[in-house]
């Protein structure tokens, strides 16, 4: 397996946490779970011009293209290992959309959808298009690197980059009110600002936060102490943090601990006895 990542350049590093490349052999259909990271992604399926996408709850699946743009995520979603044998993306910043789309990130979010429908046609064909015609793996993210420098334009809004830097320092004791009179603004427009650019509003992105510190604490160590995380982590007890980890995975931390895979976000979907269930 050959995986490449990287921090691009400024001043597209403001905007993008980083530029990937995934590269496997072969493989069977299978699902695995894919946990919400508080950032949205653009993937380029480089195997194939198609992406399966897994309705959790029905188990219903819908055939997009292969370059999709998929929002910052509120619960977990579902993929299967057989598209991943050549793939690529980009993962953004939180509030980073704004400066690559006009579409506002609350209508992208917990949604994949077809990169053609915010970016044109021939611009979202092109960025697929260079990337495959890259002569090895680091020319491919430089491709990807590039289309996105090309649609860039800066659209950051002061207020929302000082909300996240402060959210991200200390999720668990930050409030909006707190946050908002130190910008000047009333709670409830802080809000509307800080949905259209990141997706969600400021109390449910730290819950998020808050999530992936503790899967990142776990990370670190190779038992998992999940009462010493809950409480490190800000969590009022046990019950607390098992809530909202089941509301952003669809699973307890024990199911976690089950199913864990070399990427922290990645968990094999255990639920799923036949994969043709889900086809």
Known sequence: ???????????????LSSIWYHEG???????????????AQLIVN????????????????????????SGISTKYGIIDTAEQECVAGVCFRPGGTA????????????????????WDRGRSARLREQALAAPNPTARLDALEKAML????????PAIEFALRTFAGDPAVRTIPEVAGRLGLSSKRLVERFKTAVGLPPKRYC??????????????GRQADWTR??????????????????SFAGITPTGYDAGRTQFRNHVHFLQAESTAEMR
Do not use: N
């Open 229 to 246: 995380i809950a409480l490190d982590c800000g969590y009022f007890d046990q019950a607390h943090f098992i809530h909202d980890f089941r």
């Open 207 to 220: 819950r998020l936060l808050r999530f992936q510190r503790a899967l990142a604490s776990v990370e670190r």
């Open 150 to 157: 090309e649609a860039w334009r800066e659209r950051l809004d």
């Open 25 to 39: 052999q072969p493989q069977a259909l299978t699902l695995e779970r894919v946990l919400p990271t508080g950032s």
């Open 99 to 118: 400066s690559f789309f006009a579409t506002p990130a609350y209508d992208l979010c917990d949604s994949g959808i077809p990169l053609e429908l915010v």
């Open 1 to 15: 397996m050959l995986y490449l990542r990287r921090v691009p350049s400024p001043p597209l590093d403001r905007f």
């Open 46 to 69: 480089l195997k194939e011009d198609r992406t399966r996408l897994y309705d959790p709850e029905s188990g219903a699946v819908r055939a997009s293209c292969g370059t999709v743009l």
